[in-house]
């Protein structure tokens, strides 16, 4: 049987399942949120909760970790994807 990997959450540190996160990537600059876990490019993990995207938002942290500025539209499209899961 194959383990499922681990993965950090970027806003409250958490160590979970690759599963049960939601995964931002950066490709080529284009930041999208990638359900399936499998798209190319620089990725962030964060729990999908209002709480955790707000506190890697406000640290920077989420900035950080794809290593690109991120725009006030793009937190809107994260609190919306979180809130259809």
Do not use: F, H
């Not at 939601?22 to 080529?28: Q, S, T």
């Not at 600059?29 to 876990?37: K, S």
Request: aromatic share 4%; net charge neutral.
């Amino acid at each position: 049987m194959r383990e499922t990997p681990i993965r950090q959450c970027v806003g409250c540190g958490a160590r979970r399942d690759k599963v049960e996160l939601l995964r931002v990537v950066n490709n080529k600059n284009e930041i999208l949120v990638d359900p399936r876990g499998n798209l190319p490019g620089r990725g962030a993990y964060l729990c999908p909760n209002q709480e955790c995207l707000d506190k890697a938002w406000e640290n920077g942290k989420l900035s950080k970790a794809l290593k690109t500025d991120l725009s006030d539209e793009l937190y809107q499209k994260l609190v919306e994807e979180i809130n259809n899961e």
